[in-house]
């Protein structure tokens, strides 16, 4: 069974690439992350680490191992902590993730409800890509994040996810434009917004431009972007004053998510 000093002693070695000075960072002595990294390669019956003159630096499966280690040190760190709040405060720390348009309506609401369990919420606010990336590497317990179209977000195997609610999509279009008229959006009348100037997301791995962008390059149109921001404040203002037009959520108007 690997012991979380063998996982400790190659995260120091990574860090300061060298052993001498690993048993700096733990405070340890050379010849014990010496005796914790032979241990550690003899259990995986592989070399993790290669030395020289210059120092010290992982394998490729050291680097696998570095990369699986970090988590499991990250999982008994928080094992601890929530451990301790637990019997301190009768309560556990989550650390949640949210998009800053959800935050404003929903976060109050989701706070609230944990509380009542006996949870209490480390929130951060954050676009979608940022906020899959801290799921993925254990950084948050949970996220509400969202998906359009067909898209599937890049979450490792393990993460679990399920469906909370349906939020329509709204075009948000100057008062005179002529697109006013339609009711509804289908395809073929987002395509006859192909000429227009469009806001779109500043933070990369948007799905929602990644779908306009799909539904217009399907008809061989590509996306006229007037400016790029990720504050919605921004975007219906640059609408107002007829300059773009944007695919926004429902959630920035009064209608409440349908479950």
Avoid: C
């Amino acid at each position: 069974m690997i012991d979380l000093r063998q996982l400790q002693a190659l995260s120091a070695v990574a860090a300061e690439g060298s052993v001498a000075r690993a048993a700096t960072r733990l405070g340890w002595s050379q010849p014990t992350v010496d005796y914790h990294l032979r241990n550690l390669d003899r259990l995986v019956g592989a070399d993790l680490t290669t030395r020289s003159t210059r120092g010290s630096k992982l394998t490729t499966a050291g680097a696998l191992m570095l990369e699986r280690g970090d988590e499991i040190l990250g999982l008994a760190d928080r094992a601890l902590t929530d451990v301790r709040d637990f019997s301190k405060l009768g309560r556990i720390r989550l650390r949640f993730g949210t998009f800053p348009t959800a935050a404003a309506r929903l976060l109050p609401g989701i706070v609230t409800r944990t509380a009542e369990l006996g949870i209490e919420l480390d929130a951060t606010l954050e676009e979608l890509a940022p906020l899959v990336t801290r799921i993925n590497q254990h950084t948050l317990d949970a996220a509400l994040v969202y998906a359009a179209g067909g898209y599937k977000l890049p979450f490792r195997a393990e993460v679990h996810t399920t469906h909370l609610f349906t939020d329509p999509m709204l075009i948000a279009l100057p008062a005179t434009h002529k697109a006013v008229r339609h009711q509804s959006f289908n395809n073929d009348a987002l395509n006859s917004l192909a000429t227009d100037n469009w806001v779109m997301g500043s933070t990369p791995g948007d799905t929602l431009d990644d779908l306009v962008r799909e539904t217009f390059q399907a008809e061989g149109h590509q996306v006229n972007v007037a400016i790029r921001t990720d504050d919605y404040s921004v975007v219906l203002g640059m609408v107002a004053a007829g300059m773009a037009v944007a695919l926004v959520p429902s959630l920035l108007s009064n209608n409440p998510p349908r479950a």
